[in-house]
């Protein structure tokens, strides 16, 4: 359990880059302010003292795998020390939703890694970073024991299934299919509900290269062409976006069948912004896809379904396993492995 209301929470903030510390370079605007600075435009909330980890200053559509596992990997480090309360990670917008949702995977301790951003840049006058960096300290001091969250314009969201769901408004993120966590203001956290969380994957280790997990959109006139593409280019998974509640063509369905063989992971979600993935349909369906190989991800959209292959990539060099791992990390339970004599 926590330590007692009354005494002082030590919170480490980890500072990634993100409009959050991004200033005018000219023609636009890019990250590259260090923690602290960010830190300086927040108040911080009474009770808490604060430590900075500079990891990196990056636009987060520029972030790489080998950034996420090094992000992972500080996490961890952190939390390491018993005398931290919590963990608060300033991320940029772009790909939060994916950072977020990867640390989650293998989160397996009881305090709190809170992830938050900004909309707009650091020396804006309005900016609303300051305010979600003092939701987001105030939440790693107060919760315990729902996994990584996102701390985002007075709204608390689990990460998994939390995405951007605006590209310029203040009220950017949400979960298309589930009601937010809870709510920040007037120096109170207040929780509704627990959200749901399968037991957390072991750290991966580092990989030689950087493992390729490619995404493919279907759309009207599509075709296996990208799908087969990522395969050639040795994509390790695919995950395909397909329309309605996950359903292509006869001919993607054959391309998904002949990555499958080759074991490649194909996960299936759908570019519909809520709802689940369903086997309702044939003639290229969803039936198909899934009878092909394909792994429906239930309420998962593009960037956290890659995520999650991802995750299964990085686990094992097993084709079955890591379907195993995927199903896992979607929440289904998995079968048993038959004994062997």
């Given at each position: 359990?926590?330590?007692?209301?009354?005494?002082?929470?030590r919170?480490?903030?980890?500072?990634?880059?993100?409009t959050i510390?991004?200033?005018?370079?000219?023609?636009?605007?890019?990250?590259?302010?260090?923690?602290?600075?960010?830190?300086?435009?927040?108040?911080?909330?009474?009770?808490?003292t604060?430590?900075?980890?500079?990891?990196?200053?990056?636009?987060?559509?520029?972030?790489?795998?080998?950034?996420?596992?090094?992000?992972?990997?500080?996490?961890?480090?952190?939390?390491?020390?018993?005398?931290?309360?919590g963990?608060?990670?300033?991320?940029?917008t772009?790909?939060?939703?994916?950072?977020?949702f990867f640390?989650?995977?293998?989160?397996?301790d009881?305090?709190?890694?809170v992830?938050?951003?900004?909309?707009?840049?650091?020396?804006?006058?309005?900016?609303?970073?300051?305010?979600?960096?003092h939701?987001?300290?105030?939440?790693?001091?107060?919760?315990?024991?729902?996994?990584?969250?996102?701390?985002f314009?007075?709204?608390l969201?689990?990460a998994?299934?939390?995405?951007?769901?605006?590209?310029?408004?203040?009220?950017?993120?949400?979960?298309?299919?589930?009601s937010?966590?809870?709510?920040?203001?007037f120096?109170?956290?207040?929780?509704?509900r627990?959200?749901p969380?399968?037991?957390?994957?072991?750290?991966?280790?580092v990989p030689e290269?950087?493992p390729?997990?490619?995404?493919?959109?279907?759309?009207?006139?599509?075709?296996?062409?990208?799908?087969?593409?990522?395969?050639?280019?040795?994509?390790?998974?695919?995950v395909?976006?397909?329309?309605?509640?996950?359903?292509?063509?006869?001919e993607?369905?054959?391309?998904?069948?002949?990555?499958?063989?080759?074991?490649?992971?194909?996960?299936?979600?759908?570019?519909v912004?809520?709802?689940?993935?369903?086997q309702?349909?044939?003639?290229?369906?969803?039936?198909?896809?899934?009878?092909?190989?394909a792994?429906?991800t239930?309420?998962?959209?593009?960037?956290?379904?890659?995520?999650?292959?991802l995750?299964?990539?990085?686990?094992?060099?097993?084709?079955?396993?890591?379907?195993?791992?995927?199903?896992?990390?979607?929440?289904?339970?998995v079968?048993?492995e038959?004994?062997?004599?």
């Open positions: 359990m926590g330590r007692g209301q009354g005494t002082v929470k919170i480490v903030v980890i500072s990634t880059g993100g510390a991004s200033r005018w370079q000219g023609s636009g605007f890019a990250a590259d302010a260090h923690g602290r600075e960010v830190m300086a435009t927040a108040a911080v909330p009474d009770g808490i604060i430590e900075v980890v500079d990891l990196f200053s990056v636009n987060s559509p520029r972030l790489t795998t080998a950034h996420q596992l090094t992000l992972l990997r500080t996490v961890h480090e952190v939390l390491a020390d018993p005398g931290v309360d963990v608060v990670v300033t991320h940029g772009d790909t939060l939703e994916e950072s977020a640390v989650d995977l293998h989160h397996d009881p305090r709190p890694v992830f938050t951003g900004a909309q707009l840049p650091l020396d804006a006058e309005d900016g609303d970073g300051p305010r979600n960096l939701d987001a300290l105030l939440t790693a001091s107060r919760v315990r024991g729902l996994g990584v969250l996102v701390a314009d007075g709204k969201h689990a998994r299934g939390t995405v951007k769901t605006h590209t310029v408004d203040a009220d950017a993120f949400a979960d298309p299919s589930r937010r966590l809870g709510d920040i203001g120096g109170k956290v207040s929780v509704r627990d959200p969380r399968p037991a957390a994957l072991p750290l991966p280790g290269g950087r390729r997990v490619d995404m493919v959109m279907h759309h009207a006139d599509g075709d296996p062409l990208l799908l087969n593409a990522a395969v050639e280019a040795g994509a390790e998974g695919v395909l976006v397909a329309t309605g509640a996950g359903n292509a063509t006869p993607v369905v054959s391309a998904v069948a002949a990555a499958t063989a080759r074991g490649v992971l194909v996960a299936l979600t759908t570019r912004p809520s709802g689940p993935v369903s309702i349909y044939t003639h290229g369906g969803g039936v198909d896809l899934v009878a092909a190989g792994v429906p239930g309420l998962l959209r593009a960037g956290q379904a890659r995520v999650a292959v995750a299964a990539v990085l686990a094992t060099s097993d084709a079955e396993e890591r379907v195993r791992i995927l199903r896992r990390v979607l929440g289904e339970p079968p048993a038959p004994a062997r004599i």
